[in-house]
């Protein structure tokens, strides 16, 4: 099987919820992928390989995966793959404990997402990282990012002006 074909059949095994067996067609896909030289699709399949990797509890793979893929996507200029490879490297990194890594790499994929204008994604990643913040006792900051989260969302002024009560309150400007 070419490296195509193991990359779509991970990715139903994926969406089937069989783990294990899109590990294994996700690992090749990236070996043939490799072989052939695309340094763009084997950039793709090891972000994905990285989220199975996490999935399964193989954090340090996902990791190194994660980060291997963003230094390619980095390489070719991708920012959405950027984007991507750093919102999930922020997400092993996050529940490996290097959470001030991870929030440098949450704020560095919601601002690509925001560069390439996918909303969507931006927002989440801002909420993620609000999230985190939250959970680490910064309850104004995590404020602020929600906002920003709203804000990529186009969310209603109302809720914005009221998440911004507590920082005007204090004397800081959003």
Request: proline fraction near 1%.
């Amino acid at each position: 099987m070419q490296a195509e074909g193991y990359y779509n059949e991970a990715k139903k095994l994926y969406e089937e919820g069989r783990l294990q067996d899109a590990l294994l067609a996700f690992e090749q896909a990236y070996a043939g992928y490799t072989q052939q030289n695309d340094a763009a699709r084997a950039a793709q399949v090891a972000n994905d390989l990285g989220v199975v990797y996490y999935l399964v509890g193989r954090r340090d793979d996902a990791r190194k995966m994660l980060q291997d893929a963003l230094t390619t996507f980095e390489q070719l200029g991708d920012a959405m793959g950027q984007a991507k490879a750093l919102g999930n490297l922020a997400r092993v990194l996050e529940r490996s404990g290097a959470r001030d890594e991870a929030e440098k790499n949450y704020q560095r994929a919601a601002e690509l997402f925001h560069q390439v204008g996918d909303k969507g994604l931006e927002a989440d990643t801002w909420r993620a990282l609000s999230q985190m913040q939250l959970q680490r006792g910064r309850w104004l900051e995590a404020l602020a990012t929600y906002d920003r989260a709203l804000a990529a969302r186009g969310g209603s002024s109302a809720l914005r002006a009221f998440l911004q009560l507590p920082a005007r309150l204090l004397g800081i400007r959003s």
